[in-house]
DNA sequence: ATTTTTGTTATACACATACTAGAACAATTC
DNA sequence: GAATTGTTCTAGTATGTGTATAACAAAAAT
């Protein structure tokens, strides 16, 4: 697991573990099936508290993204079959909207937009 | 100044007023130039604390979408001629991405997000 | 010129969230 | 049987959010 972790970070600890298991996920170095590691050696590795990995892999579940086997382990979830659920839609729709907005105030175009998205999901993929 | 607030919402207010003032922009319900109602007038048409719209009016500023005139008023800036600061794009690129991340891990392919994030954008504008 | 309104600053309180810490439990794994 | 697992509980500190009251000096309105 290559997280890294910026404790000065305004974003929390909980969301950077958050999105860089999605990360990982997106890059193919996490696969359906996977299982990720325990709570306790993950939060080890990354010199952080159980608790904050703990809430991290429940944010991964509630997202859909993981299935926890308790007792067990954390199961990495096959992407959604077909439709995506609309609620899931309108969580990342209400998320995606005031950044939206703020590029648009910023004075990009709805075409500079398209090609920023796109870089940047480029960059997620590539590296 | 129409500004819809929900108290309950897990966005914070002054977020909710920084929301607001910029879809006002982009909608060009304010234009450039424009000067917005002080803090104690917004703030008692809202129902909301005068710090609340204070610190919205200083994250705006901090945005560079409004210019704070000490003693007073905040006026709408023009949109940045030509290239966009460094800086903003950084800010914006940092928020975009983990939400592009989870879109993908949703099973969102590129072309869906685009279109997506093309629809968001029409709704703002148009609603 | 006086009054009002303005943005600013300061202090204080309540509430929720974030993060860490230690401990214990039962079920799984070795 | 021993170690590891996820879960749960309590507890503490720190930060962020929102409200509240007050005071100040400068600008605007009368």
């Known amino acids: 697991m290559f997280i ?25 170095e996490l696969l359906p099936g996977d299982i990720l590691p325990s709570v306790r050696s993950l939060a080890g590795d990354l010199g952080v508290n159980m608790h904050t990995v703990n809430k991290s892999y429940h944010e991964l579940e509630s997202k859909g993204v993981i299935r926890i086997v308790p007792k067990s382990g954390a199961v990495i979830c096959s992407p959604s079959e077909g439709t995506i659920p609309p609620q899931r839609l309108n969580r990342i729709s209400e998320a995606l909207r005031p950044i939206l907005v703020e590029s648009l105030v910023a ?21």
Not at 114 to 124: L, P
């Open 4 to 28: 890294q972790i910026e404790p000065q970070s305004d974003t929390p600890i909980y969301a950077q573990v958050t999105n860089g298991i999605m990360e990982g996920i997106v890059r193919s």
């Open 107 to 127: 004075g990009m175009s709805e075409e500079e937009i398209a090609e920023f998205v796109a870089s940047i999901i480029s960059n997620v993929k590539g590296d």
